[in-house]
């Protein structure tokens, strides 16, 4: 229990999840202040409704994999509301053809080169059998490279480009020789530092089925009404004092410890006071708010550099079939400009109802492939239409009738790009800014991108500030 003051800066998942573990933490008496520059909590997380149904316009799933998505939810009280996505296999679009995502691999990387022959041409396939073990580890202790090189390197650029690219494309909009192995891919870096063969490593971070053994169940859930609810359950747990359209422009540290945090226009600044603070917003504002305070921190954020992506959202009569998939991805080397198209209603079947209408989103925007995004909202619906029409078409004909109702949701610099060494940096950030006290640093920026990784995030860093004013 504590009088303490702390503001968390951000009303994104992160930041919220940094409120309400600070709530759990330092009890009723203290003082949680939340500034959030937009008019409404969420960041990235956006429920809204849309031709009856409550439709994701940002993140719609949760990696229930982990746990900290269902812990959340069960201490916010939505335990009950998790639900899981139905049977149908995403699928994959390879020569025309929807082919489902490889069984028994690890984001398209296999155990064994069988298990990806199908997906391969002959001098695909003749490449990826070159496999040869490396002299040592195929990483060092605190070696990281990107995740692209890697495998072109090891398994040959069809396993790269056909199974890799699509499923990472879909994840980080990025671009694999860009990307991070120990960032994106941290439990298989960690194996790759004992293993000289990369399917060596997904064997011991993937084992394969012993016989009978039940099959995995899908790692994705969602809450039913939309993760806006984990949202506002989360922000009515923390019972932070809400500032919203409260952007914080700045930090100055206090004599005698703690914050300001200054807020407000330039001529007429506001100033929130704080024993401690949790930045939990993206790089470039994260950079901009410790500028003078930790050169570190501030180099290591500057070097997260962000993809822009956007949502195509589609409702068509019910009744619309579509193909037996919850969707599919796309690889760029198909000439492509979408990279993926959801299923929505069929893979989360919560939604669909008898007379509901069947609903797609189409995503669209790669890094640094930035153009293709600059059109009017109805050019890229009528482009992201065109061509989900043309990759059904090509795989046995599936007609589309015309949209009853069409949105478009844009995420300029939705997504942070970690290139090699980010981790490394990162953990150099937080050793400088344990050294200031009293401020920690929480987001997709510096942990990860999907929503359980930035749920771990808030609530470490939120413990971090607890132990410190506690
Ligand atoms: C289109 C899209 C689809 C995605 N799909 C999934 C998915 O299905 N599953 C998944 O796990 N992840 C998904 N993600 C990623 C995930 O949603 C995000 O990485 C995560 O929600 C980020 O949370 P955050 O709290 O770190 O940051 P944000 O959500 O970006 O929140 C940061 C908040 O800080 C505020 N802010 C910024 N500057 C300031 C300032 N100076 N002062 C005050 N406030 C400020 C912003 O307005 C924002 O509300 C998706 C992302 C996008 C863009």
Same mark, same amino acid.
């Given at each position: 229990m504590?009088?303490?003051?702390?503001?968390?800066?951000?009303?994104?998942?992160?930041? /919220?999840?940094?409120?309400?573990?600070?709530?759990?933490?330092?009890?009723?008496?203290?003082?949680?202040?939340?500034?959030?520059?937009?008019?409404?909590?969420?960041?990235?997380?956006?429920?809204?409704?849309?031709?009856?149904?409550?439709?994701? @316009?940002? @993140?719609?799933?949760?990696?229930?994999?982990?746990?900290?998505?269902?812990?959340l939810?069960?201490?916010?009280?939505?335990?009950e509301?998790?639900?899981?996505?139905?049977?149908?296999?995403?699928?994959l679009?390879?020569?025309?053809?929807?082919?489902?995502?490889?069984?028994?691999?690890?984001?398209?990387?296999?155990?064994?080169?069988?298990?990806?022959?199908?997906?391969?041409?002959?001098?695909?396939?003749?490449?990826?059998?070159?496999?040869?073990?490396?002299?040592?580890?195929?990483?060092?202790?605190?070696?990281?490279?990107?995740?692209?090189?890697?495998?072109?390197?090891?398994?040959?650029?069809?396993?790269?480009?056909?199974?890799?690219?699509?499923?990472?494309?879909?994840?980080?909009?990025?671009?694999?020789?860009?990307?991070?192995?120990?960032?994106?891919?941290?439990?298989?870096?960690?194996?790759?530092?004992?293993?000289?063969r990369?399917?060596?490593?997904?064997?011991?971070?993937?084992?394969?089925p012993?016989?009978?053994?039940?099959?995995?169940?899908?790692?994705?859930?969602?809450?039913?009404?939309?993760?806006?609810?984990?949202?506002?359950?989360?922000?009515?747990?923390?019972?932070?004092?809400?500032?919203?359209?409260?952007?914080?422009?700045?930090?100055?540290?206090?004599?005698?410890?703690?914050?300001?945090?200054?807020?407000?226009?330039?001529?007429?600044?506001?100033?929130?006071a704080?024993?401690?603070?949790?930045?939990?917003?993206?790089?470039?504002?994260?950079?901009?708010?410790?500028?003078?305070?930790?050169?570190? @921190?501030?180099?290591?954020?500057?070097?997260?550099d962000?993809a822009?992506?956007?949502?195509?959202?589609?409702?068509?009569?019910?009744?619309?079939? /579509?193909?037996?998939?919850s969707?599919?991805?796309?690889?760029?080397?198909?000439?492509?400009?979408?990279?993926?198209?959801?299923?929505?209603?069929?893979?989360?079947?919560?939604?669909?109802?008898?007379?509901?209408?069947?609903?797609?989103?189409?995503? /669209?925007?790669?890094?640094?492939?930035?153009?293709?995004?600059?059109?009017?909202?109805?050019? #890229?619906?009528?482009?992201?239409?065109?061509?989900?029409?043309?990759?059904?078409?090509?795989d046995?004909?599936?007609?589309l009738?015309?949209?009853?109702?069409?949105?478009?949701?844009?995420?300029?610099?939705?997504?942070?790009?970690?290139?090699?060494?980010?981790?490394?940096?990162?953990?150099?950030?937080?050793a400088? #800014?344990?050294? #200031?006290?009293?401020?920690?640093?929480?987001?997709?920026?510096?942990?990860g991108?999907?929503?359980?990784?930035?749920?771990a995030?808030?609530?470490?860093?939120?413990?971090?500030?607890?132990?410190?004013?506690?």
């Open positions: 504590t009088m303490a003051r702390v503001l968390v800066i951000g009303g994104g998942i992160a930041g /919220l999840t940094a409120a309400h573990r600070l709530r759990q933490r330092l009890g009723p008496g203290a003082e949680i202040v939340l500034a959030e520059a937009s008019d409404r909590l969420g960041g990235k997380i956006h429920s809204l409704p849309f031709a009856g149904l409550t439709v994701e @316009a940002g @993140a719609e799933s949760l990696l229930a994999a982990r746990p900290e998505p269902a812990a939810a069960e201490e916010v009280g939505l335990g509301a998790l639900r899981r996505p139905g049977e149908y296999p995403a699928a679009l390879l020569d025309g053809e929807l082919k489902p995502f490889p069984a028994g691999t690890f984001m398209g990387l296999p155990r064994t080169i069988d298990d990806i022959a199908s997906y391969l041409s002959t001098e695909g396939l003749a490449e990826a059998k070159r496999e040869r073990p490396t002299s040592g580890p195929l990483l060092g202790p605190e070696e990281d490279r990107s995740i692209g090189d890697l495998v072109a390197q090891q398994l040959g650029i069809e396993v790269r480009d056909r199974l890799l690219e699509p499923i990472l494309a879909g994840i980080y909009a990025g671009d694999l020789d860009r990307l991070s192995v120990a960032a994106v891919m941290p439990q298989l870096a960690t194996h790759l530092r004992t293993h000289q990369l399917t060596d490593a997904v064997c011991a971070m993937l084992p394969a012993e016989p009978n053994q039940p099959k995995r169940p899908n790692p994705l859930a969602t809450i039913e009404g939309g993760l806006g609810r984990l949202v506002r359950a989360t922000a009515q747990h923390a019972k932070p004092d809400l500032r919203l359209r409260t952007t914080v422009r700045q930090l100055r540290g206090r004599p005698g410890g703690g914050w300001h945090a200054v807020c407000g226009p330039v001529p007429y600044p506001s100033l929130i704080a024993d401690a603070v949790v930045v939990a917003v993206p790089a470039t504002p994260a950079a901009q708010l410790l500028e003078g305070h930790a050169t570190t @921190a501030v180099a290591a954020l500057r070097e997260v962000y822009s992506v956007a949502l195509a959202t589609f409702a068509f009569p019910s009744g619309t079939t /579509l193909p037996a998939h969707g599919f991805l796309v690889p760029a080397s198909s000439g492509h400009e979408i990279k993926a198209a959801t299923f929505f209603t069929r893979k989360w079947p919560h939604l669909t109802t008898e007379d509901a209408p069947v609903i797609m989103r189409v995503s /669209l925007g790669r890094y640094g492939a930035v153009r293709s995004l600059q059109r009017p909202d109805a050019d #890229l619906a009528n482009l992201a239409l065109r061509e989900v029409r043309a990759c059904l078409g090509s046995g004909g599936t007609e009738p015309e949209p009853l109702k069409w949105r478009v949701n844009r995420w300029g610099g939705g997504l942070p790009q970690y290139t090699p060494g980010h981790s490394l940096r990162m953990s150099q950030a937080r400088e #800014l344990a050294q #200031l006290g009293g401020i920690a640093l929480a987001g997709a920026a510096a942990d991108v999907g929503i359980a990784a930035c749920i995030s808030g609530r470490a860093a939120a413990d971090s500030v607890a132990d410190q004013v506690l």
